[in-house]
């Protein structure tokens, strides 16, 4: 046997620079998925978040419709008995991330709430909701809902 050659590599060289070629594309990847991921969750708990917002202004419009054609408000049977909610609304319903549950519901009012959920998943957004018969949304930070009219208000529509 004589000298290796000039110009080739041994086969143990080729496998260090393929162990280093590998280690850095995982560097790399655990890199980006270190900056994108805290992105993703935020983004995700923003759109449940919306999405139990627009739940509660459903559930609010149904009550309108009831309201005007009974005289009072309706729980949550009566709205899907009148053809105002699908079969598939309930009391502690989860949608989203979010546990939908009927608070009251009198002849004179009503109130609704929105709470993080998380079941077999972590739970997604960090704050609550409700609706009561004003049609205002209101938020708390928390993941106990505001009661009544105590929360902040929901800007937009």
Known sequence: MGAPRKGKLST???VGIAVAVVAV????????AAIAIPSLVRARAAADESAAIVT???INDAEVQF???NGRYGSFDELVR???LDSTWSHGMVRNRYEIRQVRVSTDGFEFSAEPFGGRA???GSRSFNVTEDGVIRSSDTADPPT?????PVRGR
């Open 56 to 58: 509660l202004r459903t």
């Open 25 to 32: 594309g995982f560097v790399a990847v655990s890199i980006v």
């Open 12 to 14: 143990g060289a080729i």
């Open 122 to 124: 972590p739970v997604s």
């Open 67 to 69: 309201r005007s054609r």
């Open 148 to 152: 009544g009219k105590s929360g902040d």
């Open 82 to 84: 009148q053809g105002l």
